[in-house]
């Protein structure tokens, strides 16, 4: 079993930053690819980022390139994504995963998600 529990979702602007955090926990989750997902209202679940634990490889979705950015602290389990230049159109819900393949991941365990608002 995995375990993921995010954080870090809130309000900000058009044009802020914001920092979600995936604390990652159980005795297999070190063989999944680790990645970001979002749902905003009315959409269906969409992929956003993907990263190895070893953190040396990372896929993006092209509508997020060059304003986030996915990392992997491995000594404390933990997956980030730094989002910058946020725009309306950002506004979901995120949800971290743990999942299989490469490229957009096939998602085998979800996190509860976290909300991601922002303001034009």
């Known amino acids: 079993q995995v375990q993921l529990v995010e954080s870090g979702g809130g309000l900000v602007q058009a044009g802020g930053s914001l920092r979600l955090s995936c604390a990652a926990s159980?005795?297999?989750?070190?063989?999944?690819?680790m990645g970001w997902f979002r749902q905003a209202p009315g959409k269906e679940r969409e992929f956003v980022a993907a990263i190895r634990w070893t953190g040396s490889l990372t896929f993006y979705v092209d509508s997020v390139k060059g304003r986030f950015t996915i990392s992997i602290d491995n000594a404390k389990n933990t997956v980030y994504l730094q989002m910058n230049s946020l725009k309306p159109e950002d506004t979901a819900v995120y949800y971290c995963?743990?999942?299989?393949?490469?490229?957009?991941?096939?998602?085998?365990?979800w996190g509860q998600g976290t909300q991601v608002t922002v303001s034009s």
């Open positions: 159980g005795r297999t989750v070190r063989s999944y690819r």
């Open positions: 995963a743990a999942g299989t393949g490469w490229g957009q991941i096939t998602a085998q365990y």
